[in-house]
């Protein structure tokens, strides 16, 4: 697909559409092995070959990354209180992509975090009538029981009487569990659990549709999705 070569530019992180103007004026930059100058060309990434200063660059109209997002990152684009955010986490290169999270996790929460440019891919996980199932490992304070189980499975009534659509907890061992919901409100697998008198200690998110947080990624690393990797969110 043809893009104005300074919209390329830009997003690849070569500063703003002055900048990269600049950048092209000083002849730094070719598309198919021929120095061009107009930096409002429009070039198909899919067919022509770019350089800048002799560097290929490889443009994507969408990216969609997998991260294990650690503890104390907020997974948002920017936060009022300075706290470090996922995209602080990424390489400078993805920095002008407006790439936004496919749902949050709390500060506190570890796990897989989607983040993407594609907001119809957002969409489609993060809206209940969707049905993307997400599944989350949790180590709570007091022992999950039989009722608990039950419980989810009607749908638990929060503290401000939302009722939640029904979720299934299966459960490990007496203080540990599995949690698969469709939907994602504040805190919700905090406060399901305590609507039923129990604690989350910890709380990390496993699984999103059929795809499975890379247990190669250590809290804070990321890497790019395959194509059948996006496939399998919603299969
Ligand atoms: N439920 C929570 O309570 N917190 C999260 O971060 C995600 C789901």
New binding site residues.
């Given amino acids: 697909m043809a893009n104005r070569l300074d919209k390329i530019l830009s997003t690849m992180g070569f500063g703003s559409r002055k900048q990269v103007k600049e950048l092209v004026k000083n002849g730094c930059v070719t598309v198919d092995g021929e120095v061009v100058k107009d930096s409002s060309m429009h070039i198909d990434t899919d067919i022509q070959e770019l350089h800048v200063n002799g560097e290929k660059i490889e443009y994507k109209e969408f990216v969609y990354i997998m991260m294990n997002k650690p503890r104390g990152v907020i997974s948002a684009t920017e936060d009022e209180f300075g706290h470090e955010t996922v995209i602080d986490l990424l390489d400078d290169g993805y920095k002008g992509y407006n790439l936004s999270c496919a749902g949050?996790?709390?500060i506190d929460?570890e796990g897989l975090m989607i983040i993407t440019n594609d907001g119809q891919l957002v969409h489609r996980i993060i809206s209940p009538k969707k049905q993307v199932v997400k599944k989350?490992y949790c180590v709570l304070d007091y022992i999950i029981t039989d009722k608990d189980i039950n419980e989810f499975e009607k749908g638990i009534v929060l503290a401000d009487a939302y009722k939640c659509l029904p979720a299934r907890l299966e459960k490990i061992s007496d203080k540990e569990a599995f949690v698969y919901i469709t939907e994602?409100k504040f805190?919700?697998?905090?406060?399901m659990f305590y609507a039923r008198r129990n604690n989350?200690r910890y709380?990390k998110?496993v699984q999103i549709g059929n795809l499975e947080l890379d247990s190669k990624l250590e809290p804070g690393e990321y890497r790019e999705l395959l194509a059948e990797e996006i496939k399998m969110i919603f299969e």
Avoid: E, S
């Fill in positions: 949050r996790l709390d929460t989350y994602g805190h919700q697998v905090k406060r989350v709380l998110r």
